[in-house]
């Protein structure tokens, strides 16, 4: 027989097929492979889910889109050479039931409709565009607009003639303010919603058999100041996919961590079943095994077991996106390809199974370098010799993890960064854990038997302490972190935000109106505060010597570069903004055009005082040099602009104003009608719905990370519970030698207890300081929020964490309380 064969032999005759000793290894394998093969699944599955409707959520292969103006006759016929054209119209308006009105989104459509894909109503129609004088309507909006009821946009009455059941294009649409209300494209010009200045959104979606990329690149070629925003079938929602990505990206990052923190457990795990095989392998040695026959007997068991976790781990993975795809089918915002995701359940796969192999080389190192006399004796010592044989075999899958963990990532940096924390704190925590082993054996004995056994029982030869300071120091940073980020984050929400925010935002108010708007919303409310703004739309096309257009990859910050942007211009600073170089122009100012940019993006881009900046307004480009620039704050939810323009700089360009109103409870509905009445052209949003929809997303967000860093305190608690396991027979002969000597259970039970208070209460403040500053930085950095946790939540979880490790660390040491001495003596 070959080594290996003799090896495999052995191994499967003495393995327990219940895997007695090495569940722990099996449980935590299986739950990091799971979680990262279901987030990796599901990444995939809305990434396909994008991909493979790609044409379907555009509308077509190609789109073209931008605010306030129609299509040039030379830009139709540039679209109409290149294929089927469908033209669409979108803006926000205000839909007017008898007394009451609603803000809407409201979606004006030609015969085209849809070109891809099918819009289907309530009632089972397949169909397009609303006949003349009808409109299909969101249902949402069905339950205050009943079926072949009328209501009212602008100057135009419509008859609900339809509930939308699926619109083939929603995700490719964006954020909406209000429900959708459909009508025909023809019935538009009747509502008198589109005035000089007004805010909307034409696209022109194309199904053509060129090449969409080329496509776009001659027709922006052929109109450069067009100010178009394109789209291709294969990145039909690219907000969708950045948001899915990213978050994909930091949920495995997270899970990632829980699985490396699990590796501390497993290692415990594979150092305690080894332990337990110590009579085997001495005999294994005496009949004339070397060290590298017992290496591979125990890494083929272990390696059988590791791969049945991955392989179950993975079962579970896929099975959880076809349990999501069912049962969020209704807030999923598309259909998820359920097919099996072969690249991620490869990564989990990988990440796991290299885990396990660095957990366990240098238990298999250590157990296999033992001399027979040592084995023998119940000693497992085996000093340097196996941390030199065992570094090389931990080195190798640590490089590999690594090397998989940045080339798999999409912003390399940050992962390496992320995982450069993680490791400084679990170095932080295993030094603190020597510290404290180091200052047990250094204190000046104590006078209680109990408190004097218990420092002893930190330091003995054979004592956890490392790892148990680890384990604890885990599971209450995670606790901690997630009760910071919690409180922070709703403390942030709910009081913060609505004490400042403003009632409604209203759009499109007439400039020439604007002392008649102000009057109207004050006759009906006295206190009411108004703050009026000219309100534009642009794209920045240019800054200094860079063409946005020429760039591959808008850098990090600058979202301002995505498409269009509000423009306002203003004689003074604006309120909520605050000068952090240069200077504000003057009043009357008739210079050259000048630009105030909020710092965050100047710092993005690089810029500085006297750049040059181009925008295109309306198929125009122009220039404004920067004169200062801002921080804004973002908190009081007004108009806040990244742009703010002197006033010559776009006084000539035809818009209209947008507001903000503060009322004071109980006004809302009676401002809401008059202004509607008054007003018919103008739309007013509720502010609290903007909220809600934000709350909704960042629930969900805030549920996810959650769900993960469970993930986390899981393979902490596995950790805890390794160790416990690890240290058994040095308890169990601490026990024994007790018990001989006249200690009853309940004492060695108070013994443990005190040991792991004393643990715990040095642990807890470390893990208090780490947890926290772990959340700070999500808060400040990640989420821009003010740091604002709960102390009395915080307290609560970190008591509450404290009991659940306790208990998980207890009930690992119940079974030496239960050793009989006569029964142990003999095998110790």
């Given at each position: 027989m070959s080594g290996w064969q003799l090896a495999w032999t052995i191994g499967r005759r003495e393995l327990d097929w219940r895997f007695r000793g090495l569940r722990l290894l099996f449980f935590s394998l299986l739950l990091g492979v799971a979680a990262l093969a279901a987030v990796g699944s599901l990444a995939a599955a809305m990434e396909r889910g994008l991909a493979d409707r790609?044409?379907?959520?555009?509308?077509?292969?190609?789109?073209?889109?931008?605010?306030?103006?129609?299509?040039?006759?030379?830009?139709?016929?540039?679209?109409?050479?290149?294929?089927?054209?469908?033209?669409?119209?979108?803006?926000?308006?205000?839909?007017?039931?008898?007394?009451?009105?609603i803000p809407v989104q409201l979606k004006a459509v030609d015969d085209a409709y849809p070109m891809v894909g099918a819009l289907r109503l309530a009632d089972g129609r397949t169909t397009g565009a609303p006949p003349s004088g009808q409109a299909w309507i969101d249902p949402a909006l069905a339950g205050r607009v009943p079926l072949g009821s009328s209501f009212r946009l602008g100057t135009a009455t419509f008859r609900v003639g339809g509930v939308i059941a699926d619109e083939p294009d929603r995700l490719g649409e964006g954020f909406s303010l209000g429900p959708v209300v459909m009508v025909g494209l023809r019935d538009l010009p009747a509502t008198g919603l589109m005035q000089p200045g007004s805010l909307f959104e034409i696209r022109y979606r194309i199904v053509t058999a060129a090449n969409p990329r080329s496509l776009i690149d001659r027709t922006i070629g052929a109109f450069p100041a067009g100010g178009w925003e394109s789209k291709t079938r294969d990145n039909a929602a690219p907000g969708a996919g950045r948001f899915f990505s990213r978050m994909a990206e930091f949920l495995t990052l997270i899970v990632l961590t829980a699985l490396v923190i699990a590796g501390i457990g497993i290692a415990n795990a594979v150092a305690s079943f080894l332990q337990a095989r110590q009579s085997t392998i001495a005999t294994l040695k005496v009949l004339g095994a070397d060290s590298g026959l017992v290496r591979r007997i125990y890494a083929l068991q272990l390696a059988l077991v590791a791969g049945l976790a991955t392989i179950a781990g993975l079962g579970i993975g896929m099975l959880a996106v076809a349990v999501v795809s069912r049962v969020a089918a209704g807030v999923l915002?598309?259909?998820?390809d359920t097919r099996p995701a072969w690249g991620p359940m490869s990564l989990a796969a990988g990440f796991g199974l290299l885990t396990a192999f660095a957990a366990a080389a240098l238990p298999l190192a250590?157990?296999?370098?033992?001399?027979?006399?040592?084995?023998?004796?119940?000693?497992?010592?085996?000093?340097?010799?196996?941390?030199?044989?065992?570094l090389p075999w931990l080195a190798v899958p640590s490089f590999l993890i690594l090397a998989l963990a940045l080339g798999s990532a999409s912003r390399p940096l940050l992962t390496a960064y992320y995982l450069g924390a993680v490791a400084a704190v679990l170095a932080l925590l295993a030094g603190l854990g020597w510290l404290v082993r180091w200052g047990a054996a250094k204190v000046p004995r104590p006078a209680s038997p109990f408190l004097r056994l218990a420092l002893a029982g930190l330091h003995r030869p054979g004592a956890g302490t490392i790892g148990l300071v680890v384990a604890l120091g885990i599971g209450l940073t995670m606790f901690v972190q997630i009760a910071g980020v919690r409180s922070s984050f709703d403390a942030n929400l709910e009081r913060n935000i609505p004490e400042r925010a403003p009632a409604f935002f209203a759009l499109d108010v007439p400039r020439d109106r604007a002392d008649e708007f102000r009057a109207t919303v004050r006759a009906t409310s006295p206190s009411a505060e108004v703050e009026l703004v000219p309100l534009l739309r642009g794209v920045v096309t240019g800054y200094g010597t860079t063409n946005v257009a020429n760039l591959a990859e808008i850098p990090d910050?600058?979202?301002?570069?995505?498409?269009?942007?509000?423009?306002?211009?203003?004689?003074?600073?604006?309120?909520?903004?605050?000068?952090?170089?240069?200077?504000?122009?003057?009043?009357?100012?008739?210079?050259?055009?000048?630009?105030?940019?909020?710092?965050?993006?100047?710092?993005?881009?690089?810029?500085?005082?006297?750049?040059?900046?181009?925008?295109?307004?309306?198929?125009?480009?122009?220039?404004?040099?920067?004169?200062?620039?801002?921080?804004?704050?973002?908190?009081?939810?007004?108009?806040?602009?990244?742009?703010?323009?002197?006033?010559?700089?776009?006084?000539?360009?035809?818009?209209n104003l947008s507001a903000t109103i503060g009322l004071p409870d109980g006004a809302d509905a009676a401002v809401r009608e008059r202004v509607a009445a008054r007003f018919p052209s103008t739309s007013l949003v509720p502010v609290r719905d903007v909220l809600e929809q934000v709350g909704e997303v960042a629930a969900g967000v805030s549920v996810a990370i959650a769900w993960a860093a469970s993930a986390a305190i899981l393979a902490g608690i596995a950790v805890l519970a390794g160790t416990t396991s690890a240290m058994r027979d040095a308890r169990t002969y601490d026990g024994v030698v007790l018990r001989v000597l006249g200690a009853t259970r309940r004492q060695l039970l108070r013994l443990q207890v005190l040991e792991f208070l004393l643990l715990a209460t040095l642990v807890t403040l470390v893990a208090l300081g780490l947890g926290l500053f772990g959340a700070w930085l999500i808060i400040t950095l990640l989420f821009d929020f003010v740091w604002a946790p709960d102390p009395w939540l915080v307290a609560g979880t970190v008591a509450a964490g404290l009991t659940v490790v306790l208990l998980v660390g207890l009930a690992g040491s119940l079974p030496t309380l239960s050793a009989r001495p006569s029964r142990a003596l003999r095998t110790l």
């Amino acid at each position: 027989m070959s080594g290996w064969q003799l090896a495999w032999t052995i191994g499967r005759r003495e393995l327990d097929w219940r895997f007695r000793g090495l569940r722990l290894l099996f449980f935590s394998l299986l739950l990091g492979v799971a979680a990262l093969a279901a987030v990796g699944s599901l990444a995939a599955a809305m990434e396909r889910g994008l991909a493979d409707r790609g044409s379907v959520i555009l509308g077509g292969d190609v789109e073209f889109a931008r605010s306030a103006r129609l299509a040039t006759t030379e830009e139709r016929a540039a679209f109409a050479a290149a294929g089927r054209v469908s033209e669409s119209i979108r803006m926000t308006s205000t839909a007017v039931i008898g007394e009451r009105s609603i803000p809407v989104q409201l979606k004006a459509v030609d015969d085209a409709y849809p070109m891809v894909g099918a819009l289907r109503l309530a009632d089972g129609r397949t169909t397009g565009a609303p006949p003349s004088g009808q409109a299909w309507i969101d249902p949402a909006l069905a339950g205050r607009v009943p079926l072949g009821s009328s209501f009212r946009l602008g100057t135009a009455t419509f008859r609900v003639g339809g509930v939308i059941a699926d619109e083939p294009d929603r995700l490719g649409e964006g954020f909406s303010l209000g429900p959708v209300v459909m009508v025909g494209l023809r019935d538009l010009p009747a509502t008198g919603l589109m005035q000089p200045g007004s805010l909307f959104e034409i696209r022109y979606r194309i199904v053509t058999a060129a090449n969409p990329r080329s496509l776009i690149d001659r027709t922006i070629g052929a109109f450069p100041a067009g100010g178009w925003e394109s789209k291709t079938r294969d990145n039909a929602a690219p907000g969708a996919g950045r948001f899915f990505s990213r978050m994909a990206e930091f949920l495995t990052l997270i899970v990632l961590t829980a699985l490396v923190i699990a590796g501390i457990g497993i290692a415990n795990a594979v150092a305690s079943f080894l332990q337990a095989r110590q009579s085997t392998i001495a005999t294994l040695k005496v009949l004339g095994a070397d060290s590298g026959l017992v290496r591979r007997i125990y890494a083929l068991q272990l390696a059988l077991v590791a791969g049945l976790a991955t392989i179950a781990g993975l079962g579970i993975g896929m099975l959880a996106v076809a349990v999501v795809s069912r049962v969020a089918a209704g807030v999923l915002p598309l259909a998820l390809d359920t097919r099996p995701a072969w690249g991620p359940m490869s990564l989990a796969a990988g990440f796991g199974l290299l885990t396990a192999f660095a957990a366990a080389a240098l238990p298999l190192a250590r157990a296999a370098t033992v001399p027979v006399a040592g084995l023998l004796r119940g000693s497992v010592d085996s000093g340097r010799a196996s941390l030199a044989r065992g570094l090389p075999w931990l080195a190798v899958p640590s490089f590999l993890i690594l090397a998989l963990a940045l080339g798999s990532a999409s912003r390399p940096l940050l992962t390496a960064y992320y995982l450069g924390a993680v490791a400084a704190v679990l170095a932080l925590l295993a030094g603190l854990g020597w510290l404290v082993r180091w200052g047990a054996a250094k204190v000046p004995r104590p006078a209680s038997p109990f408190l004097r056994l218990a420092l002893a029982g930190l330091h003995r030869p054979g004592a956890g302490t490392i790892g148990l300071v680890v384990a604890l120091g885990i599971g209450l940073t995670m606790f901690v972190q997630i009760a910071g980020v919690r409180s922070s984050f709703d403390a942030n929400l709910e009081r913060n935000i609505p004490e400042r925010a403003p009632a409604f935002f209203a759009l499109d108010v007439p400039r020439d109106r604007a002392d008649e708007f102000r009057a109207t919303v004050r006759a009906t409310s006295p206190s009411a505060e108004v703050e009026l703004v000219p309100l534009l739309r642009g794209v920045v096309t240019g800054y200094g010597t860079t063409n946005v257009a020429n760039l591959a990859e808008i850098p990090d910050g600058a979202w301002a570069l995505r498409g269009e942007r509000g423009l306002t211009y203003a004689e003074t600073l604006p309120p909520g903004s605050s000068l952090t170089e240069g200077k504000w122009w003057p009043k009357d100012y008739r210079g050259e055009p000048l630009v105030s940019v909020d710092d965050r993006l100047g710092e993005a881009l690089g810029l500085k005082l006297g750049d040059e900046l181009r925008f295109s307004i309306f198929g125009v480009e122009r220039r404004a040099r920067i004169a200062s620039f801002r921080r804004i704050d973002w908190d009081t939810l007004g108009f806040n602009f990244v742009l703010v323009l002197s006033p010559n700089a776009l006084a000539d360009v035809p818009h209209n104003l947008s507001a903000t109103i503060g009322l004071p409870d109980g006004a809302d509905a009676a401002v809401r009608e008059r202004v509607a009445a008054r007003f018919p052209s103008t739309s007013l949003v509720p502010v609290r719905d903007v909220l809600e929809q934000v709350g909704e997303v960042a629930a969900g967000v805030s549920v996810a990370i959650a769900w993960a860093a469970s993930a986390a305190i899981l393979a902490g608690i596995a950790v805890l519970a390794g160790t416990t396991s690890a240290m058994r027979d040095a308890r169990t002969y601490d026990g024994v030698v007790l018990r001989v000597l006249g200690a009853t259970r309940r004492q060695l039970l108070r013994l443990q207890v005190l040991e792991f208070l004393l643990l715990a209460t040095l642990v807890t403040l470390v893990a208090l300081g780490l947890g926290l500053f772990g959340a700070w930085l999500i808060i400040t950095l990640l989420f821009d929020f003010v740091w604002a946790p709960d102390p009395w939540l915080v307290a609560g979880t970190v008591a509450a964490g404290l009991t659940v490790v306790l208990l998980v660390g207890l009930a690992g040491s119940l079974p030496t309380l239960s050793a009989r001495p006569s029964r142990a003596l003999r095998t110790l």
